[in-house]
């Protein structure tokens, strides 16, 4: 059981916005910037966001991140069939000294 | 193009060892930190711990401490990360993942993976 919260999964209309929330502590979250990683099947995770809120180089501004106290948030408009997939957050932990994962939320397209 | 490419699958059983190597191409090898993740079956990612291939520190995450060896030859550009006492929990994919440099947790480009599969 990780010490980072997600939904197990999440669902929503093309078009659509949507809201994935990662919910930590404050020896994770509530000290530590979030990175949120998307990961198609078979393939190796891909940075999304990373420092809470920034954007690598060829990320479409469709997607967004924020975070408040311990928890943070990935939001995704304008939803396209091509987002399904495993959304997963990351940050340090200062008490397990350790680098966490989330459970990973599967994003549905319908 | 920055590229990341690790060795091929490899079944191991109870109580062997594994290396997997990770060569970097595209960039200055030198220049960030390489750290390993890994992916069991169906389940979330997990840190295993970095490699500095500069100077060779290393630093393990708490569970893999004594059972993982990280190493680097930068004559190849390759890092690699060495397992022993193999179970069958030890089943998963292993990643290379090369560090955003000030942002910790930030990985900005992956290996392919490799699976490793821990069987009798």
């Known amino acids: 059981q990780s010490a980072l919260t997600q939904p197990p999964s999440a669902s929503g209309t093309p078009g659509q916005r949507i809201i994935i929330s990662c919910s930590g502590g404050t020896s994770n979250v509530g000290t530590n910037s979030v990175n949120w990683y998307l990961q198609l099947p078979g393939t190796a995770p891909k940075l999304l966001i990373y420092?809470?809120?920034q954007r690598p180089s060829g990320v479409p501004d469709r997607f967004s991140g924020s975070k408040s106290g311990t928890s943070a948030s990935l939001a995704i408009s304008g939803l396209q069939s091509e987002d399904e997939a495993d959304y997963y957050c990351a940050t340090w932990d200062d008490k397990l000294d350790d680098l966490i994962f989330g459970g990973g939320t599967k994003l549905t397209v319908l | 193009q920055v590229q990341l490419a690790q060795s091929g699958a490899e079944v191991k059983k109870p109580g062997a060892s594994v290396k997997v190597s990770c060569k970097a191409s595209g960039y200055t090898f030198t220049g960030h930190y390489l750290h390993w993740v890994r992916q069991a079956p169906g389940q979330g990612p997990v840190w295993m711990g970095w490699i500095d291939p500069n100077s060779g520190d290393t630093r393990y995450a708490q569970r893999f401490q004594g059972r993982v060896t990280m190493t680097r030859d930068t004559s190849l550009s390759t890092v690699s990360m060495e397992m022993e006492g193999l179970t069958s929990d030890d089943t998963a994919v292993y990643y290379c993942a090369r560090y955003k440099t000030g942002y910790v947790g930030a990985f900005d480009m992956w290996g392919q993976g490799t699976l490793v599969t821990v069987s009798s």
């Open positions: 420092s809470s809120n």
